[in-house]
């Protein structure tokens, strides 16, 4: 026997389990980590990927748009942003000309508090500072319509710019592939209606047929959302990017910057190579933690623990979550979809009317439903729990027992298990 360690909020649950029975003890791979961020950042934008160096891009009197994530990203904004608006400085571009777009997609504004905590008070003090509205119509420009059908409207701060800069961190996402790139145009500054047809390709082009199998984690060719995103930027046809990528720890590891989306694939390749673990064989069991706090701070977040897990157990399998979540219903409109148990109506009904909380829902139900999902959480969440489809668990050593009576009614006695200690950030690739 021998004692594991899961992350759950700011503490770990431990559990004994036979040894010879764990496959995979899923960590990421061995990633460097930054050291100096600022240097990193100043040296990618002078020596960039398929691009001249930014000082070569931007030209004095110019007026420069900025791109950034909003609060609910990590892209260590405050720590590039003030970088890149040195060098702009550096070749004549004053900061009365460069306006920084909060990409908030369809989310809402910042505070003025949430703007310093993402950019860094002196950058709030200095530059103006815009919040997309995906809703105002008015401060939508029109700039065509992608093979898909889409009619791509963007931010009119962005349109109007003589230069587009993007930001962001470049990350696993559960149905854009990845994040980061063209997704700072595409939902980032975008027309509601513009984003929501694009993000209605995640439900599988046949009714009742749940969602689009082609629409996942690391996957970009055939994928159209990805395909989608990547024409509505090339309308816009941006300037330079800078991206950060992150250890599957939440540390930086390099900063890529350059061509909008050659270097951006760059620092997807890179990120696979830290964050993707290559599998030989799905398990019976899956035990995953989305990686702890912040990741579990509510049950919306932390389904993409959900969404990586699946790729590492049998179908009919045993997955075990342990998610903090003392934000559990946050936000509503999500987990009001989450606790619905017809999973046929609520195909139709996310079909006739697309929201992307009631997508997460849906996809993360999907997950579970041929599955014994155990969650360990804290006693005051189980109620809700219960009408998510999972079993609550005050530990993960309850958990463990339980799951073991259900190898027993199976009659498994090879049982096979696998340990997910950041599932969230970790992406297992089975080999074939």
Request: aromatic share 6%; with cysteine; net charge negative.
């Given at each position: 026997?021998?004692?594991y ?56 009197g ?58 860094g ?87 009742g ?50 061509h ?16 993707g ?25 932390a ?20 998610l903090d979540?003392p934000d559990i ?24 009317n697309f ?25 005051e ?24 009576e ?27």
């Open positions: 026997m021998k004692k360690f899961l992350p759950i909020g700011k503490r770990q649950e431990e559990v004994l389990l036979p040894e010879e029975h764990v496959i995979y003890d899923i960590h990421g791979n061995e990633a460097k980590i930054c050291s100096d961020v600022v240097t990193a950042t100043r040296e990618a934008i002078r020596k960039p990927v398929a691009s001249k160096p930014l000082r070569e891009v931007v030209h004095a110019e007026t420069v748009a900025i791109i950034i994530s909003d609060i609910t990203r990590l892209c260590g904004t405050s720590e590039i942003l003030p970088v890149i608006v040195e060098e702009l400085n550096s070749i004549g571009v004053k900061d009365e000309e460069i306006t920084v777009v909060v990409a908030t997609g369809t989310h809402r504004g910042h505070t003025h508090e949430e703007d310093i905590t993402v950019c008070e002196a950058m709030v003090k200095r530059l103006k500072i815009v919040q997309h509205d995906s809703r105002k119509s008015e401060d939508m420009v029109s700039l065509g319509k992608t093979s898909f059908g889409n009619d791509v409207a963007i931010n009119k701060y962005v349109a109007n710019a003589d230069r587009v800069i993007l930001t962001g961190a470049v990350t696993l996402h559960p149905f854009a592939g990845f994040g980061g790139g063209r997704k700072a145009v595409m939902p980032g500054v975008a027309a509601y209606d513009s984003i929501m047809l694009n993000h209605c390709m995640t439900m599988s082009p046949v009714e047929g749940g969602c689009n199998a082609a629409c996942d984690a690391s996957l970009l060719e055939g994928n159209p959302i990805h395909q989608d995103m990547k024409e509505a930027a090339a309308l816009l046809n941006p300037d330079f990017l800078v991206n950060t990528v992150f250890t599957s720890d939440g540390e930086i590891s390099e900063i890529v910057a350059g909008w989306y050659e270097a951006w694939l760059k620092g997807c390749q890179d990120l696979l190579a830290m964050s673990v290559h599998i030989k064989e799905l398990a019976d069991v899956v035990i995953a933690s989305a990686g702890g706090y912040p990741k579990d701070l509510n049950l919306y977040q389904t993409k623990c959900h969404m990586n897990a699946q790729f590492a157990v049998k179908k009919g399998g045993i997955m075990i979550f342990t979540c219903k946050e936000p509503a409109i999500f987990t009001d979809c989450f606790s619905r148990n017809d999973l046929e109506q609520f195909e139709k009904d996310i079909r006739a929201t992307i909380p009631a997508f997460v829902a849906f996809k993360a139900r999907s997950i579970i439903k041929d599955a014994t999902a155990y969650l360990v959480t804290r006693p969440n189980f109620d809700f729990v219960r009408r998510t489809g999972h079993i609550p668990c005050k530990s993960l050593a309850e958990a463990w027992e339980l799951a073991q259900k190898l027993a009614q199976q009659g498994k006695e090879n049982y096979t298990i696998t340990i997910m200690g950041h599932g969230s950030a970790t992406l297992p690739i089975l080999d074939k």
